[in-house]
């Protein structure tokens, strides 16, 4: 019973941190990715412009 209520105390705050650290890391990957493909769009769009 002590060892569940240690692991509740310890491990559940952990994997939320964890999880919540996860979804940053893919907001940031992501938003990146969507930075490089805007710049790839706008200069395909100025050669066909041009």
């Known amino acids: 019973m002590n060892s569940i209520a240690r ?25 990146k990715g969507l930075k490089d493909r805007e710049l790839e769009l706008n200069l395909q769009l100025n050669n066909k412009l041009d």
Not at 7 to 17: K, L
Not at 18 to 28: E, K, L, Q
């Open 7 to 31: 692991f509740s105390a310890i491990g559940i705050p952990a994997i939320i941190g964890i999880g919540i650290a996860w979804v940053g890391n893919r907001i940031i990957k992501n938003e």
